[in-house]
């Protein structure tokens, strides 16, 4: 029987393109379902910029009236260009385990964007920043996915491969247990960056939360588009003022001030460090919705989480290799644990395999790598 592909276009198949995970996980107690409103937020015109410059549809894929898969085909004019050749995206993907199913998503894809002039696409990836739902989970199949990142099943690997998909990135994931001690002899370094004449580090202020927002956000788009390694430098977006308070304004009644950290040099904002309770840990219990009854959890995950991801950080370049980075991360640690002492461990996410000097720096902290999501790519012939 041949497949069906039906574009998303109204509530009853965005309906079904959230409950169909439900159905492949169901005896997969590690899967935990993203929090819906935040992947709609992607799909939403309104809300997402990336609209701006690029496309993005969903499709249901059927065999007869049963969903066999799900995804989305995306396009950006500007980001797909740094590309040769030019590469549009595949993501959100969800399927079932049949080899057939995967040949003819992939070939659809193909399809969907040969008409748009394309020679080449990739995925698993998002409409959107990197630091998301990007990338297939090839690692580390027997631990839930924290905040921002998706689990696949083994069999994901296999069958994405088989259609012919070519590795193009790996990015790490780094654990680490907060009962472990830190290396006295770091701890030391990094009393010593701090009493430097000039040096203060502090958690944000929630008082003058924008004005912190501000700082952060500028060292970000200047760390983050001069970077020493060169790490996907070509995918970086310029974050805005707008975007910025929106997160900021979101996440402020769920952060831990002291796992929001920066650093400041002669008064100057230098470096800072953003890491965030796991929110997965809500989703998990709400299956992925967040109506307003479950609001009481959101408020009380400060106190009630056991994960914490560290979602972001950055230095000035100019401020590089003074030890700045190490103090945000060390300070981060040891002040979080001591304001949340139910943490259990932190994760943070997305370290390309060829950033070797960032992958020294968190095995130095103790953290080691426990995930790797790949990121694949498909060559579209004439």
């Known amino acids: 029987m041949a497949y069906r592909f039906q574009k998303i276009e109204n509530k009853k198949e ?12 169901k005896e997969n107690s590690n899967w935990i379902p993203p929090l819906r409103f935040e992947i709609e937020n992607i799909f939403n015109q309104d809300k997402n910029t990336f609209f701006e410059k690029g496309e993005c549809e969903r499709y249901l894929m059927f065999e007869g009236d049963k969903i066999v898969a799900r995804f989305a085909v995306m396009n950006h004019s500007e980001k797909d260009t740094v590309f040769e050749p030019s590469m549009g995206g595949m993501g959100f993907l969800e399927m079932v385990n049949e080899q057939n199913v995967a040949d003819d998503v992939i070939r659809f894809c193909k399809e969907w964007h040969k008409k748009r002039g394309y020679k080449a696409f990739r995925g698993p990836i998002n409409f959107g920043e990197n630091d998301n739902y990007w990338g297939l989970l090839i690692e580390n199949f027997d631990e839930p996915p924290i905040y921002g990142m998706f689990y696949h099943p083994p069999y994901y690997k296999t069958r994405l491969e088989e259609t012919g998909a070519e590795k193009l990135d790996d990015h790490w994931s780094y654990k680490r247990e907060f009962s472990i001690p830190l290396p006295e002899r770091l701890v030391r370094i990094t009393n010593r960056i701090e009493s430097r004449p000039g040096v203060k580090l502090r958690p944000i202020d929630l008082k003058k939360i924008e004005e912190d927002a501000e700082a952060i956000r500028t060292i970000y ?5 001069e970077q020493d390694i060169t790490d996907r430098e070509h995918e970086f977006t310029e974050l805005t003022r707008e975007t910025v308070n929106r997160m900021v304004n979101q996440l402020k009644r769920i952060m831990i001030p002291e796992s929001v950290l920066i650093a400041f040099v002669n008064g100057e904002p230098a470096s800072f460090i953003v890491s965030i309770p796991d929110l997965n840990e809500i989703s998990a219990q709400t299956n992925g919705k ?13 106190r009630t989480a056991t994960r914490l991801r560290v979602a972001v950080f950055g230095t000035l370049p100019k401020y590089r290799k003074l030890g700045l980075e190490a103090l945000t991360f060390v300070r981060g640690i040891q002040m979080t644990h001591k304001a949340a002492p139910q943490l259990k461990h932190l994760e943070g996410g997305w370290v390309s395999e ?3 000097l960032m992958q020294r720096s968190l095995e130095a902290l103790g953290c080691y790598h426990h995930k790797t999501h790949r990121t694949y790519r498909w060559m579209i012939e004439d």
Request: proline residues 6%; aromatic residues 30%.
């Open 14 to 25: 965005i309906d079904l393109f959230h409950h169909f995970p439900f159905s492949l996980y």
């Open 221 to 225: 788009n200047q760390a983050w588009s």
């Open 290 to 302: 967040l109506k307003w009854w479950h609001f009481p959890k959101v408020f009380r995950i400060r």
């Open 354 to 356: 060829k950033n070797w």
